[in-house]
């Protein structure tokens, strides 16, 4: 990254509606598009924003989001113009804030466009959320480029010095109003065809491929009555193999042991979310799904999307740091070696085994992070203000 004086900002000029273009190439996954969705969507619904997302893969949305046809070219789905990116890049107008979300590279031409237009352009690059110290220090922060246009870093976060979390306005209150409703969530889970015994522990288990599952099956199946919902998804063949089945198919249910299976669909973002506030315990991964557990206000686990050289472990460190400080010192350990043990690929028996012995310190420990994270103006909140405060500088005050 190039860098960077940070300019001292202007105050925000008048609530202007103004038009944003955000760009999203999905990498693998559903992440990227999720969360390029996500954004998209609170401009429009809660900022009062005109937006366009541009997508070179609209059938990973299409998972997503009920209602998105994979082939339009243009379409408007929740007030955001979803279009699709294709490579051969035809002439759009240029519009007030560029947004290229986790450094995707916006077309030549419209860059061409944005460094010509007469008007002020804002030109932010969204962010891969850590929580690592430096990124208080970057965020916001302008990289320099060839003539007069600039490109600002802006970085999701846990704390004020960031550009905090995707959330939605009204998001807890749902959630409340869901939790504390028995009936919303007996419908939630028969919607799925899962009875769960009274007594069961209800586990969400949303994970990349992982080594030492067996084992962990192998002691639930020992253990106190589980209920395990396994949304479609890369971990299946490790369930498979511990099944002894060739294929797993929505809709299956095995028994073993104390421990019920459930093979369950790949539901749309919203319903995604509410399996979360069913369960006591949430096995999620990537970046987004890491998210939403948090607002889930339950405990969980997060297995962290590798990179190639070890990045991933101090990004997790750095996540644990802030987050155990919300449990008690003997729950948070034992988190931290069930989260370790995941990640690295160790056995898992013993660190559940003493996961599940502080089991009455999870679900207040989840629940004080999410309310302090809660407190922090959400990403679109920030980015907006962020926005207008930018588009009255002209390029000469950042010289
Ligand atoms: O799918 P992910 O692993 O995505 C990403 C990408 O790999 C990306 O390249 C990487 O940079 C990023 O992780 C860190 O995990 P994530 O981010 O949790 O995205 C999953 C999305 O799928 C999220 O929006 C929730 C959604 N989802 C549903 O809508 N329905 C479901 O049933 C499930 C299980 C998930």
């Known amino acids: 990254m190039a860098s960077l004086d940070s300019p001292s900002l202007p105050p ?8 944003w273009d955000i760009f999203c190439h999905v990498i693998d996954n559903y992440g990227d598009a999720g969360i390029a969705w996500r954004l ?8 009062g924003q005109q937006v366009q997302l541009w997508l070179d893969d609209l059938p990973v949305l299409a998972a997503l989001v009920p209602g998105v046809d994979e082939n339009a070219d243009r379409q408007c789905i929740d007030g955001v113009w979803l279009r699709q990116w294709l490579p051969d890049w035809q002439p759009e107008p240029v519009a007030d804030v560029v947004v290229e979300t986790f450094g995707c590279n916006i077309p030549a031409e419209y860059i061409d466009a944005m460094a010509a237009s007469e008007r002020p352009v804002l030109w932010l690059n ?12 970057c965020h916001g922060l302008p990289s320099k ?31 409340d109003a869901f939790q504390g409703s028995k009936a919303e969530k007996i419908a939630c889970l028969q919607s799925y065809d899962v009875r769960p015994e009274p007594q069961a522990m209800l586990i969400s288990l949303f994970s990349y491929e992982v080594p030492a ?4 099956l192998d002691d639930l199946r020992e253990g106190e009555p589980v209920c395990l919902l396994i949304p479609q998804g890369r971990v299946w063949g490790d369930v498979e193999r511990w099944l002894g089945v060739e294929a797993l198919a929505v809709g299956e249910q095995y028994r073993r042991g104390s ?11 919203d ?14 991964r990537g970046e987004d799904s890491f998210v939403r557990a948090q607002w889930s206000g339950r405990p969980f686990l997060w297995h962290i999307y590798r990179q190639d050289d070890d990045a991933h472990r101090v990004k997790l460190e750095a996540f644990l740091a802030l987050y155990l400080a919300s449990f008690s010192e003997t729950c948070g350990a034992a988190l931290r070696q069930f989260w370790l043990d995941w990640n690295t690929g160790a056995e898992l028996g013993d660190s559940w085994r003493t996961l599940r012995s502080e089991r009455t310190g999870l679900q207040p420990g989840a629940q004080r992070w999410c309310e302090a994270q809660s407190q922090h103006e959400n990403i679109s909140q920030q980015i907006v203000t962020f926005a207008r405060e ?5 390029p000469a005050d950042l010289a």
């Open 145 to 175: 480029l060839p003539g007069n246009l600039q490109k600002y870093f802006f970085f999701p976060g846990f704390t004020d010095k960031t550009g905090g979390l995707l959330r939605e306005a009204d998001l807890l209150a749902q959630r």
């Open 390 to 394: 930018g588009l009255i500088i002209a």
């Open 126 to 137: 969204l962010e891969y959320l850590s929580a690592e110290p430096w990124v208080e220090g």
């Open 259 to 269: 421990l019920t299976l459930h093979a369950l669909p790949f539901a749309a973002q």
């Open 271 to 284: 319903d995604y979310d509410r399996l979360l506030w069913c369960c006591d315990f949430n096995i999620v």
């Open 40 to 47: 998209a969507r609170q401009l429009v619904a809660e900022q």
């Open 12 to 19: 925000p000029r008048a609530t202007a509606v103004l038009r």
């Open 213 to 216: 599952l067996a084992g962990w």
